[in-house]
Structure formats: structure tokens, C-alpha cells
């Protein structure tokens, strides 16, 4: 009988000392190839060795841990999840998928007497974009899909990302050759907190990710007249903060009307923003997130048709820009079929959701099938100190995995 609570709470107690290797003090801060991200990765170094895994760091700065099978040349499967953080983050993002994955891996390897396949557990090492103005460097690199270019960026204090990986004891040179060219692993799969509020409202521990919604980034500029507030008629105004009032509602409307579909317009500069005069220019962002392509295509065309017509009717210009396009990642059915199989024998419903935030498995989807564990976060409030996950819902996600692993391991 194996004990999940106990198993659950040495997860935890390892996320909380992880939490002390920080850039600040009394809070969490891992930017990637900082010095307390070497330090986190020395002390999960420690806890890979500690349960026979064989631990090697590659030249992305990733750490890479290898439960080995006898069989001859095995194939591999991944796990893993991010080690960075966002300034002043909650413990579980990222790296409940690391710590969890080691866990899970440990009892495998001990419960199992023939591992037909090697498991890698995987810290990656930049998801957030926190340092530098490109991301997902590290689970690209595994995926050999890492641009060159991306080591040229430089981060706030001017150190480009080659020379942040030189002092990581990395060969910038060789930073975009995969260690997984010459076979392609089996899949991937990664644990990761929902970051959001749906499983906790349909009372369930994990859920299973059928795909990582993609999204769009716009600029959207608004030209009206500036003028003086006591002495321009209303009817004589060309208001560009008013014409974006509106623009801003038929952008949460057409939203709303579309299932699946997020929109946020998260920033607004009024010019001159000053309480005596008519805004003359707004610019504002917006993000639009959704499930596929078509249905982003769509609520797209709306949202600038509409844009178009309200700035017409205001007497106002519009520019726009798209600033940033990913598309949608679609988890692997079959490894979606065998999480909800390992999901019902832990005794509960398998239920699927899409991941409105992004993820290591996008950039691990153009190496090999990919599949996620969504596990139920209090509120879900993500990237906050307050971030909480429940101990059984750990221990929930635990017994999936190894039920998973027990299953996958059978069609090897
Ligand atoms: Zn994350």
C-alpha cells in the first residue's frame, strides 16, 4: 500500500526549501542562469542522485536527470517542468512538475523490476521571460528548435543570454544542439499547476490538457483631437479615450460571444493624460487567447471590423500592429487516453480542460507527443505568493503519474 499523503508531503516540504534559493530575501525570484537558479539546480541535483538518478546539465542551462533502463537501447520518455520563476512568485509553478516528477520516477524505478524505457526528468530553464525578451529557450533547445538568435538577446543590465550562459559553466556554441536528435523520445509529460479556477469549481483534483490555447498580442493606436475641456462642444469632439471606452467593450463582447475565447486589453497610455484636456491619443494592448486557429481567426476579424466601424462613427484613426503570435499546441490523445484511465483508477472523474498560459510541453511538442496533468490550485491564483496547492491534491497527482507511468510502460 503505497502512502500518497506521505510521499505528498515530502513534495512539499521540497518546494518550500527550494523556495529559499531567491534573488531577494523573503520572497520568490528565480530569473533564468541567475546565481540562485544554479543553487536550486545543485540541490535538485542532490535529490536526483539521491533516488539513482543520472544527472547531467546541458549547455541551455537545463538539468537533466536519468532513470536508466538495462534494456538495451531503450527509448526515453520526459518529464519535467520549469525551475525560473516570476518576481515575487508562488512555490508550485514549475516546480511542482520537477519535484513531482522525481517523486513519481523514484517509486517507479523501485516498484517496477524491468523499466522497458529511461525516464529523463527535466528542469527546464526558462520559461517565464523574466531576464531576457525571449523564452521557452530551454525546452526549445531540447527540442533542437532553439534559433541562434535567441543568445544575442541582452537582458536589463546588457548581458546577452550567451554570456549569461557562459557564466552558467555552459558552451554558448552548443546551446542549440539537442541531446534527443538521434531518437526521438517517446513523449512527454508535464505536471503543472492549473493556474486557474476551473477544476476547483468542478471540485476535482487534476484534469487532464487537451491543448495550450494559442494567443495573439496587438497594439492598437487611437487618433483623435486634443483639445481644451471647458471650451470644445461635445458635439464637436474627436475624443480618442472615449472612442477606446468603446472599442474596449465590443472587445470583451465579441469575447464573451465566442467559446473558449479570452480577450484582455491589460494596458492604456492616454496622451496627454492631462485631467484638462481631450485625450488625443490612446494606446492600448490587447491579448487574445483561444482553442484553435479558426476560432481566433474569427473573433480577430470581428473585434477590428468593429474597431473600424466605432472609429469611423467617432471620427477617430486607427493603427494596429500584432506584436506576437503563437499558435495552438494540441496534447497527444493516446497519453490524454492513458492519463484518464490512471485519472479514474486513482478514483476520480477524468475531466479535460485547455490551459489558457503557456508551457514547456509547446516548445517539447515539436520533438515528440506531449500530454499535461493539470493539479487544482487554491483560488487559482498563479504567479503570486499566495499560490496554494492542497497536500491531497499533490498526493492525487502523484498516484496518476505512477498509474500512467505502470500503464505506458505496458505499450512499450
Ligand atoms: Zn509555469
Redesign the pocket.
Known amino acids: 500500500m503505497i502512502n500518497w499523503k506521505s510521499r505528498a508531503l515530502e513534495v512539499q516540504f521540497k518546494l518550500e526549501k527550494l523556495a529559499n534559493y531567491s534573488e531577494v530575501n523573503g520572497a520568490l525570484f528565480r530569473p533564468t542562469l541567475s546565481r540562485s537558479h544554479m543553487k536550486a539546480l545543485d540541490q535538485i541535483q542532490s535529490w536526483m542522485e539521491e533516488v539513482g538518478l543520472v544527472v547531467i546539465k546541458d549547455h541551455a542551462g537545463n538539468l537533466i536527470g536519468r532513470l536508466g533502463s538495462k534494456r538495451e537501447n531503450a527509448p526515453t520518455f520526459l518529464m519535467g517542468?520549469?525551475i525560473d520563476t516570476v518576481s515575487n512568485a508562488g512555490i508550485y509553478?514549475?516546480n511542482l512538475?520537477i519535484i513531482a516528477a522525481i517523486s513519481a520516477v523514484d517509486l517507479f524505478g523501485t516498484s517496477s523490476s524491468a523499466i522497458p524505457f529511461n525516464i529523463d526528468v527535466i528542469a527546464f530553464s526558462d520559461?517565464?521571460g523574466n531576464r531576457f525578451p525571449n523564452t521557452l529557450t530551454g525546452s526549445q533547445a531540447v527540442a533542437g528548435t532553439l534559433n541562434p538568435n535567441a543568445l544575442t538577446v541582452s537582458d536589463s543590465e546588457g548581458i546577452t543570454r550567451a554570456e549569461a550562459l557562459t557564466g552558467f559553466g555552459c558552451d554558448p556554441a552548443l546551446a542549440c544542439s539537442s541531446l534527443y536528435l538521434d531518437e526521438r523520445p517517446l513523449g512527454y509529460l508535464e505536471i503543472?499547476?492549473e493556474?486557474g479556477p476551473v477544476l476547483e469549481r468542478e471540485d476535482l483534483s487534476v484534469g487532464i490538457v487537451t491543448a495550450i490555447n494559442g494567443a495573439r498580442r496587438f497594439t492598437v493606436k487611437v487618433g483623435g483631437n486634443a483639445g481644451h475641456a471647458g471650451t470644445v462642444p461635445m458635439s464637436m469632439r474627436s475624443d480618442a479615450l472615449a472612442a477606446s471606452a468603446e472599442m474596449l467593450m465590443a472587445i470583451e463582447s465579441i469575447a464573451k460571444s465566442g467559446p473558449g475565447m479570452v480577450a484582455t486589453v491589460g494596458m492604456l497610455e492616454v496622451i496627454p493624460g492631462a485631467r484638462n484636456v481631450i485625450p488625443g491619443q490612446v494606446k492600448f494592448s490587447l491579448d487574445l487567447r483561444g482553442e484553435n486557429s479558426g476560432s481566433i481567426d474569427t473573433a480577430q476579424a470581428s473585434i477590428f471590423s468593429e474597431i473600424n466601424n466605432i472609429a469611423s462613427t467617432r471620427q477617430v484613426q486607427i493603427e494596429w500592429n500584432q506584436d506576437y503570435k503563437i499558435s495552438p499546441t494540441f496534447c497527444d490523445s493516446s497519453l490524454g487516453e492513458l492519463l484518464g484511465e490512471s485519472i479514474r483508477e486513482s478514483g476520480v472523474m477524468p475531466f479535460e480542460l485547455t490551459s489558457g498560459?503557456g508551457?514547456d510541453a509547446v516548445a517539447i511538442a515539436d520533438l515528440c507527443p506531449v500530454a499535461m496533468l493539470f493539479v487544482r490550485c487554491e483560488k487559482g491564483i498563479?504567479h503570486h505568493p499566495s499560490e496554494a496547492v492542497k497536500i491531497d491534491d499533490i498526493g492525487k497527482a502523484l498516484e496518476v503519474t505512477h498509474y500512467f507511468l505502470e500503464k505506458f510502460g505496458q505499450t512499450v
Do not use: M
Request: proline share 0%; aromatic share 0%.
Open positions: 517542468s520549469h509553478d514549475g512538475g520559461e517565464e503543472h499547476i493556474q498560459a508551457h498563479s
